[in-house]
């Protein structure tokens, strides 16, 4: 599976930016049991899960819940995440996975930086 994530950049804090990452490959187009989602991780700080997508199901880091939305096209193979009310806090590298719960094996897209500063 290959994934390819976009949509970083910088903005000013309480303005937004949507993340996408398109996954392919044979893997991607049929396995069926999969999930995917968005981790970051800030400089100096641990790798936090912030959203995840499973068979419609979303979960989100408590601290970007009621501001962050993740959404999937299945038919694309393709994850969204639209960053709203971003705060300088939320700047970090964001990269995107995809996982196969068959054997629970996740796949990584190159990194995306986001970073909120006025």
């Known amino acids: 599976v290959q994934l390819q994530a976009s949509g970083g950049g910088l903005v000013q804090p309480g303005g937004c930016l949507r993340l996408s990452c398109a996954a392919s490959g044979s893997n991607a187009n049929f396995v069926s049991r999969n999930g995917m989602g968005w981790y970051r991780q800030a400089p100096g700080k641990r790798r936090e899960l912030v959203a995840s997508i499973t068979s419609g199901a979303t979960n989100y880091a408590g601290s970007v819940q009621g501001r962050f939305s993740i959404s999937r096209d299945n038919a694309a193979n393709t994850v969204y995440l639209q960053m709203n009310s971003l705060k300088p806090e939320d700047t970090a590298v964001y990269s995107c996975?995809?996982?196969?719960?068959?054997?629970?094996?996740?796949?990584w897209g190159q990194g995306t930086q986001v970073t909120v500063s006025s």
């Open positions: 996975y995809w996982i196969n719960y068959n054997n629970n094996v996740k796949y």
